[in-house]
């Protein structure tokens, strides 16, 4: 007896766990796979929260909203400023647990795709390491135990659908799939981390104080809990409040000038006194598809966290008895991989507002491209778009859909694409596109 699948999901982050719930809460048979010990990706790895606004009239929101909603019963969201994506990202493990054991898809963490059967364009199966699996997920799976494809104990598994989450489209260059031109600069990478002991109250006083612009700081209570946010770079395109004290920082040696060349922090649902930092972002011109770039990021990341914990303890007040709480499991990579897909989105595309037969998302998030150089960044304002579900089909195999920042677009269009909010409707979009196809084939 084989294990056949509905929809397989390879990559347990935010286009992923979309993609998976959808599918399971519409009947489909549905298998998530993630290599790390918990899903959530970039919300959970990465501490991107909160998950960025996209618009007013979005489309495939079910996960989203349902996410939102199940993190607030138990204080790990708040809507701030209009914005539902204040989320706590240690409960996020725990709700997206739950919601795919309610959606009844199979789960299966510290688990990687170690070979795939093809058969023309068509992926006919796939072998998942079975290493970590216990004699349970071996009762489970019966004969699909087996040593047909790479000598080692495995899982067989085939699918109908397959979707790969990955961010990396690391699945699709394992079976190579045609990828996007990548000769473009990569933007920065960026290392987040917390910091908790804050006295918020105290801070956002003093920073409503110091800076009046409303675009860059907010401050207001929820529920009787102070929730901010402000943000400084070192670009000179506009006035920033905190940009004397950072010059100041830099002159005392608390800080080297590549510190402070972003700095952008929020409150965090359901952690009291505590601050989540988009920062450091990393200035050296390096590549997030080599481990030996990856590796310098971190150890550099790190390094550059310690010194602006130190300058946010001596120089911000209400950090004086902060301390560093988390940092980021994984370097956050904005663009890396993109597949070449049935249609590629092309930046033309998104300034025009160009309408689909079958758009997967509608959204209105800036064109966001971050540089390595100073005034260099991009922050393109533009209406409202579409995305068609056609750049979220892999033009090289019948039966496999990207989802994520990997999906079929060019450099600038992606730019405003890879947001989290996109992210949850690409892989909402998807499911509801496999269970169309498969209620076409009855």
């Not at 599918?23 to 918990?38: A, C, D, P, V, Y």
């Not at 991009?378 to 994520?404: H, I, K």
């Not at 909010?421 to 596109?433: I, L, Q, T, W």
Request: aromatic share 10%; glycine share 6%.
């Amino acid at each position: 007896m084989k294990k056949i699948y509905d929809l397989v999901v390879i990559g347990g982050g935010t286009s992923g766990c979309a993609a998976a719930y959808i599918s399971g809460t519409l009947g489909l048979k549905t298998l998530l796979i993630e290599r790390n010990s918990f899903l959530g990706g970039a919300i959970t790895s990465n501490l991107v929260i909160p998950v960025m606004k996209t618009g007013n009239n979005l489309i495939n929101t079910g996960f989203y909203k349902t996410f939102a909603m199940k993190l607030s019963e138990i204080g790990g969201q708040v809507t701030y400023q209009d914005n539902i994506g204040w989320f706590n990202p240690e409960l996020a493990k725990i709700v997206l647990d739950k919601m795919m054991q309610d959606a009844n898809v199979d789960v299966r963490l510290n688990t990687e795709v170690t070979n795939v059967k093809i058969d023309g364009n068509h992926i006919a199966k796939l072998n998942i390491n079975a290493t970590t699996l216990s004699a349970y997920n071996y009762s489970i799976y019966g004969d699909n135990n087996s040593l047909s494809f790479d000598n080692v104990l495995s899982v067989c598994i085939e699918a109908k659908y397959i979707v790969d989450a990955t961010g990396n489209a690391d699945f699709c260059k394992k079976i190579n799939c045609s990828m996007l031109d990548d000769s473009t600069d990569f933007q920065p990478m960026s290392l987040r981390f917390l910091m908790s002991g804050v006295n918020v109250e105290y801070f956002g006083d003093w920073l409503t104080e110091i800076d009046k612009d409303r675009d860059v700081t907010t401050f207001e209570h929820i529920n009787d809990v102070p929730h901010l946010s402000t943000a400084y770079t070192w670009d000179k395109d506009r006035k920033w409040a905190l940009s004397s004290i950072f010059d100041k920082a830099v002159a005392d040696n608390i800080l080297k000038d590549e510190d402070r060349n972003y700095f952008q922090v929020f409150t965090v649902a359901g952690m009291p006194g505590t601050v989540a930092f988009n920062c450091p972002r990393i200035v050296e011109n390096l590549n997030p598809n080599m481990t030996q770039d990856v590796t310098k990021a971190l150890i550099d990341g790190r390094a550059s966290i310690y010194r602006i914990a130190e300058f946010c303890k001596k120089c911000l007040p209400g950090f004086e008895k902060a301390f560093i709480s988390n940092i980021s499991d994984e370097i956050g990579i904005r663009v890396s991989n993109r597949v070449k897909g049935k249609y590629v989105y092309t930046i033309d595309d998104l300034r025009s507002g160009k309408k689909f037969e079958n758009p997967a998302l509608i959204s209105n998030y800036p064109v966001d491209i971050h540089s390595k150089d100073r005034d260099g960044s991009t922050l393109e304002t533009n209406g409202e778009y579409q995305l068609p579900v056609e750049s979220l089909m892999s033009a090289d195999y019948d039966n496999l859909f990207v989802a994520g920042r990997c999906l079929s677009a060019d450099y600038m269009a992606q730019g405003a694409l890879r947001v989290q909010a996109n992210c949850f409707s690409m892989g909402e979009a998807v499911a509801r596109y496999v269970h169309k196809l498969l209620n076409s084939q009855v």
